[in-house]
């Protein structure tokens, strides 16, 4: 059985976990192992590297004007750190500095990275910022609030004429907007080729010299679950120890011995995000390793490039999505080329950003024991945008999915009663400071023992063996009362259904907050759903589906006969024929649904769930 094969090493230090009970009924939770020195900042580990090894390929991606063309267009870090300097030298030349933000709108891209690094080499602070914001909206609504908050001086775009809209669409009142395709309409376009000729003076350097732990890197906008995005602030100190405190966990030594060469990773995650932008960027550039940019995602348009690219790239840790695995099991499944050459190297496999089902891990296992006779260790990683990201992993070989880990060392996590939940709260050099020019909801966020609020209620997995590690127990946020009284755990309810359903619902939102039942608000899983029907349909077809609503009904009664009180039983769903939009906040970049932003914004199908309307895609219970 697959269960009985041994694990692939790795080099996981042994636990060393520190437990402390206090009185008030909170729990400290610490690594028994060191932090390992960290750089200072995050340009240093380029400078190391453009000079330990300036050959070695720093990031790979297909050709940006045809990526249907073969091969991968490189840039080593020696050739990457004479880049970074010339553009650090336009960027002062262009009034860049410690007040004077960089706004970068962008997919992933070798200049994105550039323009990335630049900015920061000169103390600018980078705001990545979802391109959906300036492509998809029609009213520009959330653009404008950032540029509004933080008020960048200079404005970067991929393609001047994919973002014209939105460059339009805001008030540039005459600063600059960096191009490195298509000039755009503004009063002030730069092209980026213009500023990579710029030749680097001693100013160069002495920006790199004011650079510290201290000095902001970046203001990483939140999804805005709550209201409007909010500008979490990461210092260079925040995200170089957080990609240490990851690697604090292994034996580096005996793990540079397995991978018989730098670390290897293909990744499609949004560096407008935490998880794409630093514990996946970053954290490969810190470690000296090659990230391959993948332009796929798990989506039935883009899942064809993904797996193009996969097919192409051994890595040795794969890090992603539980969206994005759900589609990787099943590729693998049907094509043993793929497998062959996504497990040829791979030593670690990881998510985040969601629960992963029990059943995708067992399913990729299998095509792995099927593929190299060993199973391969897939672990979790958690943490927030304002924790850089991560503060705890499963950093041991480990078969249970849903849980969050163990706090790696340097992080410090506080369990804290909440009524009768657990609050994670943690303390580390990798929290944020606050959130840029919002001190009432720095001051909030905080407790009086300066411990971040994450607002996740968390469990021990073994309530009498503490070593394996923290499961999550719902969003604290997102709890809510029935009209009688009844406290709802929309987090776990969600996990569940979707579990239950098992295949046709990527997602759902849980409603119900003053009502007398639990419904529903249901998001189809396209791809799943398609290959059931063995045809390709759009979602308005598929929510009308005999098949697909028989589907669904089975899974949600089957989840009704195992959950039948009050507080976890489902009364209908409202399948959507309208996908999430993520311009609207209705998604986060993560890939998840935004709760209360979904409720907000489709308030008349909530009220329809709640009424007396029948129609094919309402189900009743």
């Known amino acids: 059985m697959t269960g009985q094969l041994p694990f692939r090493e790795v080099p996981y230090l042994p636990q060393k976990l520190e437990v402390e009970h206090r009185e008030d009924g909170s729990i400290l939770l610490r690594n028994g192992h060191p932090l390992r020195p960290h750089h200072p900042h995050m340009l240093a580990p380029l400078v190391y590297w453009g000079a330990a090894a300036p050959e070695r390929t720093?990031?790979?991606?297909?050709?940006a004007e045809d990526p249907s063309q073969p091969g991968w267009a490189k840039i080593s870090y020696g050739e990457a750190l004479g880049e970074i300097r010339a553009l650090a030298q336009g960027f002062l030349d262009m009034g860049a500095g410690p007040h004077c933000p960089v706004m970068i709108l962008s997919r992933n891209t070798i200049d994105h990275a550039l323009v990335m690094y630049a900015a920061m080499w000169v103390g600018s602070a980078v705001v990545p910022v979802t391109p959906a914001y300036a492509t998809l909206a029609e009213d520009f609504t959330r653009l404008n609030y950032i540029d509004d908050l933080v008020r960048p001086g200079i404005v970067y775009v991929e393609d001047g004429a994919e973002y014209q809209r939105g460059l339009g669409g805001m008030k540039l009142a005459g600063r600059p907007v960096i191009y490195s395709r298509n000039a755009p309409d503004v009063e002030v376009a730069v092209p980026l080729h213009g500023l990579l000729e710029t030749t680097p003076t001693s100013a160069v350097d002495l920006a790199y010299?004011?650079?510290?732990?201290?000095?902001?890197?970046?203001?990483?906008?939140?999804?805005?679950?709550?209201?409007?995005?909010?500008?979490?602030?990461?210092t260079h100190g925040n995200i170089s120890s957080m990609v240490k405190m990851i690697r604090s966990a292994w034996n580096v030594e005996r793990l540079e011995e397995l991978s018989a060469g730098p670390q290897v990773m293909i990744n499609f995650l949004p560096w407008s995000h935490t998880y794409g932008a630093n514990a996946i960027l970053h954290s490969m550039t810190d470690w000296g390793g090659t990230l391959y940019i993948d332009w796929g995602a798990p989506t039935p348009a883009r899942l064809p490039e993904m797996m193009r690219n996969m097919r192409g790239v051994s890595p040795t840790q794969h890090t992603t999505v539980p969206a994005a695995w759900a589609a990787i099991a099943t590729e693998l499944e049907h094509d043993p080329e793929l497998a062959r050459t996504f497990f040829k190297r791979l030593f670690v496999m990881a998510y985040g950003g969601a629960s992963l089902g029990q059943d995708i891990y067992e399913r990729i296992q299998k095509v792995a024991a099927e593929t190299t006779g060993e199973r391969i260790s897939l672990s979790a990683g958690y943490g927030s945008t304002e924790t850089s990201p991560t503060l705890s992993n499963v950093h041991w070989p480990n078969d249970t999915m849903g849980l969050i880990g163990l706090p790696l060392p340097g992080c410090e996590i506080k369990l804290a009663p909440v009524g009768e939940k657990l609050e994670c709260r943690v303390r580390g050099l990798h929290i944020t400071p606050g959130y840029?020019?919002?001190?009432?909801?720095?001051?909030?966020v905080f407790d009086e023992e300066g411990f971040y609020r994450m607002g996740d209620a968390v469990r021990?997995?073994?309530?009498?063996?503490p070593n394996k590690g923290l499961a999550f127990d719902g969003r604290l946020a997102e709890e809510f009362k029935l009209m009688n009284g009844t406290w709802v755990s929309a987090g776990t309810v969600r996990v569940k259904v979707v579990e239950a359903v098992d295949g046709p619902l990527a997602d759902v939102v849980v409603c119900g907050l003053n009502r007398d039942r639990i419904a529903l608000i249901g998001f189809l899983h396209e791809g799943w759903c398609s290959r059931h029907l063995g045809k390709t349909a759009d979602l308005p077809t598929l929510t009308r589906s005999p098949a697909i609503i028989a589907a669904v009904r089975r899974g949600i009664e089957a989840y009704n006969a195992a959950h039948p009180n009050t507080a976890q039983r489902i009364s209908a769903i409202l399948l959507q024929d309208t996908p999430p939009r993520p311009e609207a906040g209705?998604?986060?970049?993560?890939?998840?649904?935004?709760?209360?932003?979904?409720?907000?914004?489709?308030?008349?199908?909530?009220?329809?769930?709640y009424g007396d309307d029948e129609n094919d895609s309402i189900l009743r219970f």
């Open 586 to 609: 209705e998604i986060t970049e993560k890939g998840y649904i935004n709760q209360s932003r979904v409720q907000a914004l489709r308030a008349e199908e909530i009220a329809r769930l």
């Open 58 to 63: 720093w990031l790979a991606q297909r050709d």
């Open 460 to 465: 021990f997995a073994d309530p009498v063996n």
């Open 436 to 444: 840029y020019r919002n001190p009432e909801k720095t001051a909030e």
């Open 209 to 234: 010299d004011r650079l510290t732990p201290e000095t902001v890197a970046k203001y990483m906008m939140t999804s805005g679950s709550t209201g409007e995005p909010k500008a979490v602030i990461n």
